[in-house]
């Protein structure tokens, strides 16, 4: 059995640092230390291991197969080591927990502004910290554990996680008045269109790796169409500020479209002949070993689907 005492924090930070920039004297200039004693921190770790950690090469390091798990257990050892760091000043402060929270677009633009709220009502000394990100950067904040939960889209893949279902909306289409889509519907925001019909037009999308864009594209290509991709953004912000402009139309959830077609002077019009329901979900690690305030969100928002669900 390993000496447990023998692993050192500053040579594992050390070892994850010199790996993602792919280069020793880089990790050791991130620590100022200088490339003879990180060179030496890092043989001692193998040495431990007893098994080789890099591979390495006249233009940098990467990793052995057994390095790549160093590296990934690594990261989580770290993660939970600055958890705790963190945690402890909360409790300094008056908090009583650290909720650390990635959501996509659509949560943001959607349902989790609102139960946030509620949870910070019911919790008034957990802090929160949440991050905008794409379900797939979400999924991995949470492999790492440098986030507990993730809101991610349900066509994220998400292997060793627990999911459970946290919102549904349903996708429509948002156009300027003056588009033709519009002017043929009956009535602003009170038509329809064919999913064939409407991804035939230039469309203003999030970044292709995002989950709602995969869907919008497997929509297209289902249809036999190639999505035509006139600009990509970040955020709905950006992607209604840009049909506003009329450099495309945008296909989103509706609880997010709504906000900006009133002020943006935008139609919505809903989509008919493909799958318009977009599911999101909440996933973690394992909820046996979430912490209390993680738990209690969890917890808060199992009830509010339930009672919606209860309500149909």
Do not use: W
């Not at 989790?112 to 019911?122: D, F, H, I, K």
């Not at 977009?278 to 209390?292: I, K, P, Y």
């Amino acid at each position: 059995m390993i000496n447990l005492n023998r692993f050192d924090l500053v040579t594992l930070r050390l070892f994850v640092a010199a790996l993602d920039a792919g280069s020793l004297t880089a990790g050791a200039d991130r620590f100022g230390i200088s490339l003879a004693a990180a060179s030496k921190r890092i043989a001692d770790l193998e040495q431990h291991c007893g098994v080789p950690l890099l591979q390495r090469r006249q233009r940098g390091v990467s990793a052995t197969a057994e390095g790549q798990t160093v590296h990934r257990l690594a990261i989580e050892v770290i993660a939970r080591l600055e958890q705790l760091a963190q945690s402890i000043d909360d409790f300094r402060a008056g908090a009583a927990g650290h909720l650390r929270l990635c959501a996509n677009p659509s949560a943001f633009g959607g349902f989790l502004p609102a139960v946030l709220a509620r949870y910070a009502e019911r919790y008034p000394k957990v802090r929160i910290d949440l991050d905008d990100t794409l379900s797939e950067d979400g999924v991995r904040a949470v492999q790492k554990g440098t986030a507990e939960l993730a809101v991610i889209g349900d066509n994220v893949p998400c292997d060793g996680l627990e999911t459970l279902p946290c919102n549904v909306d349903e996708l429509v289409l948002l156009v300027p008045m003056t588009h033709p889509l519009a002017t043929a519907g009956a009535g602003a925001g009170a038509g329809t269109v064919a999913m064939e019909h409407a991804l035939g037009h230039d469309q203003i999308a999030l970044a292709r790796s995002a989950s709602l864009t995969r869907k919008v594209i497997a929509a297209a290509e289902a249809a036999g169409l190639t999505l035509r991709i006139r600009v990509q953004v970040r955020s709905f912000d950006s992607m209604c500020r840009m049909v506003a402009c009329g450099l495309g139309i945008a296909v989103l959830p509706s609880s997010a479209a709504q906000l900006y077609a009133q002020a943006l002077g935008l139609v919505t019009l809903r989509l008919t002949g493909a799958e318009v329901e977009r599911r999101l979900l909440l996933a973690m690690r394992r909820r046996s070993a979430l912490s209390a305030p993680a738990l209690a969100l969890v917890q808060m928002i199992e009830a509010e689907v339930g009672a919606a669900d209860g309500s149909d």
